[in-house]
């Protein structure tokens, strides 16, 4: 500019202006953005640069809507500098349908907007935090569109929208202005549906950020082998899962116990062993009872008696007489194996039914349900054990997995 141009204020009162998507097509309808009784003021105003100008911007967005822009901003300097905050408030969101049918896949039904979005523009960077909510927002019709992002936003809503039907998050931005593919909108609008897709992708990372689950796995819980009794880790996890529930009512938890093969196999056949031992003992447990515990030296004779009828058994089966270790009535028995070994190969030996591993599975299911629904009061149907699927029982630990439905 061949002269420079300086004004204690700049000021314009009374503006409107009208913004049309061109890029609508039949499926994303125009999006207008209407903005009247547009008030500016800068002061002062500079084009040499030599001050910065305190702004204040104010206008009226949609009918019910208001945008309001505050704070200084070095336009004119070589590198332009910015502190400012912007504001829109209660903005319906309706008029948005176009991006949204395009980018997310759905029109907009319902739905305001409040944010605050602080920016500083300082060596050619631009740093800022949407500060957002969403109220009452609902998604309309369903849009075919190649460039809406492949995720399960029902779900995501679901998850970040609270007892108030609010949603609400702060994202950071950034970006460099000399980057030719910058812009403000764009930013914002990458972290928006950054968040999204998160939410429904990863749900439980999300609780945990919200609730205070901080390093705990809410996705699952983790159970001793052969155990379907809950931890006091778990009950801690599912206390901050049960806590964000509360908080985000249009979410469910579908609950599947799964087995580790090779712990839970061998702690049931161990299970098994001692059941057979107290019933000698004790007598046949009635249906639904815990077996009898044994006492130390109860269970060292038991599993002497039964490795004594294991090897006789294994003789047998060869067609060779019994090892000198059987203690044989009227006889020179031999010394036993340690007490220890004894029983590993007894555990070895023992069948494991199909159904005590999915008895087992089920169980743990069942553990996480109950604890949810009769200690913490979820709504039984918001919890849920997953029906038994012997392809999904396998796990890479004893636990119970969960997912989270709308």
Known sequence: MPFNIYLDRFEMTGSSIELTDASSTPTTPATVIAA????????????SGSAPSEINVAAKVNQSGKFALTGTLDAFKEAPGADIKVQLTTVPVPPYSG???????????????????????????????????????????????????????????????????????????????SDPK??????????????????????????????GGGSQDLSQVTFAAGSFELSPESISALDSLAKG????????????????????????????????????????????????????????????????????EKAKAA?????????RIGSDAGTPPPLEEMEAQLIEATKLPPERVADLAKKRADAVVDFLIKEKKLDPARAKAAEPDPEKQKAEKPRAAFEVFK
């Open 245 to 312: 529930m509360e908080s985000r009512p249009g979410i469910s938890l579908m609950v599947r116990g799964q087995i580790e093969e090779e712990s839970d196999s061998l702690e049931l056949r161990r299970q098994i062993l001692r059941e057979r031992y107290a019933e000698n003992i004790f007598g046949k447990a009635k249906p639904g009872a815990a077996p009898q515990k044994l006492s130390d030296q109860q269970l060292k004779d038991q599993t002497m008696i039964a490795f004594d009828q294991l090897q006789i």
């Open 36 to 47: 009247e009784d547009i008030t500016v003021t800068a002061a002062p105003f500079s084009t």
């Open 182 to 211: 910058f812009s403000l909108g764009g930013v914002i609008w990458q972290a928006f549906t950054g968040l999204l897709v998160k939410a429904a992708t990863a749900p439980f990372q999300i609780l945990g950020a919200i609730f």
């Open 99 to 177: 991006p949204t049918g395009r980018f997310l896949g759905y029109q907009m039904a319902d739905g305001r907007m409040t944010t605050t979005i602080p920016i500083k523009i300082e060596n050619d960077k631009m740093t800022g935090e949407i500060d957002f909510a969403f109220d009452h927002l609902k998604l309309g019709e369903r849009v075919q569109s190649k460039d809406a992002i492949d995720a399960p936003l029902e779900l995501g809503l679901a998850l970040l929208r609270d007892s108030n039907d609010q949603i609400k998050s702060k994202i950071p931005v950034s970006g460099e202005l």
């Open 319 to 327: 067609n060779q007489p019994p090892p000198p270790s059987v203690r």
